[in-house]
Protein backbone atom coordinates (compact mmCIF):
# COMPACT_ATOMS: atom_id res chain seq x y z
CA UNK A 1 0.00 0.00 0.00
CA UNK A 2 3.28 2.18 0.44
CA UNK A 3 3.52 2.44 -3.50
CA UNK A 4 0.19 3.29 -4.32
CA UNK A 5 -1.76 5.96 -3.14
CA UNK A 6 -5.68 6.08 -3.83
CA UNK A 7 -7.67 9.09 -4.80
CA UNK A 8 -4.94 11.35 -2.49
CA UNK A 9 -4.71 9.28 0.11
CA UNK A 10 -2.21 6.73 1.51
CA UNK A 11 -3.95 4.28 3.87
CA UNK A 12 -2.29 1.23 5.63
CA UNK A 13 -4.27 -1.28 7.41
CA UNK A 14 -4.21 -2.03 10.96
CA UNK A 15 -3.43 -5.77 11.58
CA UNK A 16 -3.37 -8.13 14.64
CA UNK A 17 -0.69 -11.42 13.98
CA UNK A 18 -3.64 -14.55 14.24
CA UNK A 19 -2.42 -17.69 13.14
CA UNK A 20 0.59 -18.54 10.79
CA UNK A 21 0.19 -16.43 7.42
CA UNK A 22 -2.94 -14.90 8.82
CA UNK A 23 -3.83 -11.67 10.45
CA UNK A 24 -6.97 -9.71 11.95
CA UNK A 25 -7.69 -6.57 10.49
CA UNK A 26 -9.11 -4.02 13.07
CA UNK A 27 -8.85 -0.76 11.29
CA UNK A 28 -6.88 1.59 9.08
CA UNK A 29 -4.58 4.71 9.40
CA UNK A 30 -3.65 6.95 6.67
CA UNK A 31 -2.96 10.43 4.78
CA UNK A 32 -5.61 12.47 3.19
CA UNK A 33 -4.74 15.34 1.05
CA UNK A 34 -1.07 15.45 1.39
CA UNK A 35 -0.63 16.19 5.18
CA UNK A 36 -3.71 15.49 7.20
CA UNK A 37 -3.68 11.93 9.52
CA UNK A 38 -6.60 10.22 10.21
CA UNK A 39 -7.29 6.87 11.85
CA UNK A 40 -10.01 4.20 12.55
CA UNK A 41 -10.06 1.03 15.26
CA UNK A 42 -12.34 -1.74 15.79
CA UNK A 43 -13.84 -0.47 19.12
CA UNK A 44 -12.94 -4.18 20.42
CA UNK A 45 -9.57 -2.85 20.62
CA UNK A 46 -9.69 0.61 22.13
CA UNK A 47 -7.84 1.53 25.61
CA UNK A 48 -4.71 -0.98 24.69
CA UNK A 49 -2.14 0.85 22.91
CA UNK A 50 -3.03 -0.18 19.29
CA UNK A 51 -4.07 3.11 17.71
CA UNK A 52 -0.64 4.73 19.42
CA UNK A 53 1.08 1.91 18.16
CA UNK A 54 -0.28 2.42 14.73
CA UNK A 55 0.13 6.34 14.85
CA UNK A 56 3.54 6.30 15.70
CA UNK A 57 4.78 3.50 13.06
CA UNK A 58 2.95 5.76 10.59
CA UNK A 59 5.19 9.22 11.65
CA UNK A 60 7.69 7.65 11.39
CA UNK A 61 7.20 6.62 7.96
CA UNK A 62 5.90 10.01 6.76
CA UNK A 63 8.62 12.22 8.66
CA UNK A 64 11.50 9.91 8.07
CA UNK A 65 10.65 8.39 4.77
CA UNK A 66 8.51 10.83 3.13
CA UNK A 67 10.16 13.86 4.16
CA UNK A 68 7.24 15.64 5.58
CA UNK A 69 7.59 18.76 8.18
CA UNK A 70 4.30 18.90 9.45
CA UNK A 71 1.04 16.94 9.64
CA UNK A 72 -2.29 18.10 10.70
CA UNK A 73 -5.59 15.75 11.92
CA UNK A 74 -9.52 16.99 11.75
CA UNK A 75 -10.93 15.90 14.97
CA UNK A 76 -14.72 15.78 16.17
CA UNK A 77 -13.76 17.83 19.28
CA UNK A 78 -16.39 14.94 21.11
CA UNK A 79 -14.11 12.32 20.02
CA UNK A 80 -11.68 12.91 23.35
CA UNK A 81 -10.25 9.08 23.40
CA UNK A 82 -8.56 10.30 19.35
CA UNK A 83 -7.59 13.53 20.53
CA UNK A 84 -5.64 12.55 23.81
CA UNK A 85 -4.24 9.71 21.55
CA UNK A 86 -2.69 12.55 19.26
CA UNK A 87 -1.70 14.79 21.80
CA UNK A 88 0.20 11.98 23.50
CA UNK A 89 2.31 11.41 20.48
CA UNK A 90 3.05 15.24 20.68
CA UNK A 91 0.16 16.75 18.73
CA UNK A 92 -1.45 20.14 19.80
CA UNK A 93 -4.54 21.96 19.13
CA UNK A 94 -4.31 24.78 16.74
CA UNK A 95 -7.61 25.72 16.24
CA UNK A 96 -11.95 24.98 16.41
CA UNK A 97 -14.39 25.23 13.75
CA UNK A 98 -17.96 24.74 14.06
CA UNK A 99 -20.21 23.43 11.94
CA UNK A 100 -17.05 21.72 9.56
CA UNK A 101 -19.03 18.55 8.15
CA UNK A 102 -22.43 16.78 8.38
CA UNK A 103 -22.72 13.13 9.60
CA UNK A 104 -26.02 11.39 10.02
CA UNK A 105 -27.67 14.83 9.29
CA UNK A 106 -25.94 16.54 12.28
CA UNK A 107 -23.31 18.85 11.48
CA UNK A 108 -19.87 18.47 13.73
CA UNK A 109 -17.06 21.02 14.67
CA UNK A 110 -13.86 20.30 13.57
CA UNK A 111 -10.34 20.80 16.49
CA UNK A 112 -7.47 21.00 14.08
CA UNK A 113 -3.99 19.32 15.80
CA UNK A 114 -0.68 19.89 14.14
CA UNK A 115 2.89 17.69 14.65
CA UNK A 116 5.74 19.31 13.09
CA UNK A 117 8.67 16.83 12.41
CA UNK A 118 11.05 18.68 14.65
CA UNK A 119 9.03 18.04 17.68
CA UNK A 120 7.80 14.65 16.86
CA UNK A 121 12.49 14.58 16.53
CA UNK A 122 12.69 15.90 20.00
CA UNK A 123 9.59 13.51 21.80
CA UNK A 124 11.07 10.15 19.52
CA UNK A 125 14.71 10.79 20.58
CA UNK A 126 13.49 11.26 24.13
CA UNK A 127 11.83 7.74 24.42
CA UNK A 128 15.37 6.16 22.97
Known sequence: MIDSPQNGTTDFIVTLPNLPNNSITIGKIGVWQDSEIGF?????YWG????QEALSAILHYLFDEKGMQEITADVDPRNERSV???QGMGFVKTRFVEKTFEIGGEWVDSL?????KEVWEGRYKERR
Open 84 to 86: RVL
Open 48 to 51: QGLA
Open 112 to 116: YLGLK
Open 40 to 44: ILSRT
